[in-house]
């Protein structure tokens, strides 16, 4: 709350000191002083206090005026504490001018500073805060005596006597503004004392709303952040770079599938494959996007059924596959050959033919199909560069030796006649 006056303040402070001195105790320009009387506060109006003190010292330790610049100091403030002890509010050091600060002491006179100004610094506090209005006199920290020498000011019996406080002649409340924990809001202000607890200054007071969770997950699952009223959920399982809605599920490979819990954590099962054993001894398969392993079907090509992996030709240029239960099949393509039709061969089982190769007898070169008599006796055939000789078969002669003769051009001899 801010402490306001609705009016001047005038505070006239009449302090009269009674001096005690020995002149043993003190160094030069030293004073000891008593505050004998109380402070009297007037009111007056606005967040000033103006007021005066007159000092009689009745002994020093000088016999000199005591004269100069930057001497004396007084300071004011509000606390809580008739000693002037605890927090200070609208604490001002230095409360007196220059002119003030140097007015002179001469002995055996009052030491008297009229028109001290207070002004309230901009503030905000409580008036339980500000029950006393509070004054200290005493020397400055650095004095300009022009006589030279220590300037000191000491109090009697000690120096609490040079603090007096009175009790504050007015205060009210302000309803501007809130405190809450020692931080003051205006009205209108929000803050946030908890994460779920947000308050607003009103005119009426401090008013707050608790802000109520309503988590999505379990318990265990729930995210806390510092600052941050309510957990958060997990929104997505991060596996291997990818990220998958809560609930969402996904293929691993064909034996493993996950599902992104509501903890963002996948949970993935595994398929168990039972043994197969496949009639006519054949052997198990595994299909592409399957996991376990099947018997694999067979083919029927025109009637025709064909084991898995069997092949077949369908003709001379067609080859074909069984692949569990599908025929695969192949076309052969025949290149255009570089020989004349009377020397291509194809083989009954070929699906192209080709040039067959020359036959070389004795130097010399005979095309496929050419025939040839290397002697009157042998007869011989080319196929495909392979040459296919025969020998004629000569039969025995039935007369004397000495008629058989062998004619020219003819391979068996004969009888002549």
Known sequence: MEW?????????????????????????????????????????????????????VVKSETDKKISGSNLWKVSGWFGSSEDGS???????????????????????????????????????????????????????????????????VFGN??????????????????????????????VGASWKPHPCRECTCTAGGTSCQVEECQPTCGVDY?????????????????????????GASWQVDVCTRCTCSESGESNCIIDQCS?????????????????????????????????????????????????????????????????DASAQIQGADDCCAECALECVDRNSLYPHGASWSPDVCTNCTCYNGTSACGIQYCESTLCPAEQVVTRYGECCPACAK
């Open 4 to 56: 306001k006056l609705a009016y001047w303040l005038t505070v006239w402070l009449c302090c009269v000191f009674i001096c005690n001195i020995k002149a043993e105790d003190f160094t030069t320009n030293a004073i000891t002083i008593t505050l004998s009387n109380s402070l009297n506060i007037d009111l007056a109006r606005g967040r000033e206090f103006r007021f005066g003190f007159a000092a009689k």
């Open 86 to 152: 605890g927090n200070a509010i609208g604490f001002v050091d230095q409360l007196l001018t220059s002119g003030q600060s140097g007015n002179p002491y001469k002995k055996a006179a009052r030491l008297t500073i009229n028109g001290i100004l207070y002004t309230l610094p901009p503030m905000r506090a409580r008036c339980s805060d500000m029950t006393y209005f509070c004054v200290q006199f005493g020397t400055t920290d650095s004095p300009q005596v022009a006589s030279g020498g220590n300037l000191e």
């Open 157 to 186: 019996p000690d120096d609490s006597v040079l603090t007096k406080c009175v009790e504050t002649p007015q205060c009210t409340e302000n309803t501007d503004i809130c405190i809450e924990d020692g931080t003051i809001y205006d």
């Open 222 to 246: 729930q995210i806390f952040t510092t600052g941050v009223c309510c957990p958060a959920c997990p929104t997505s399982c991060q596996v291997d770079g990818t990220s998958y809605d809560i």
């Open 275 to 339: 043994p197969t054993s496949c009639p006519g001894g054949r052997q198990p398969i595994t299909r592409s996007g399957f996991c376990c392993p099947v018997c694999p079907l067979e083919c029927d090509d025109d009637g025709s059924l064909y084991l898995h992996f069997e092949e077949w030709k369908q003709d001379a240029c067609t080859s074909c596959q069984c692949f569990d239960g599908t025929i695969q099949c192949d076309v052969e393509t025949c290149s255009p050959l570089q020989c």
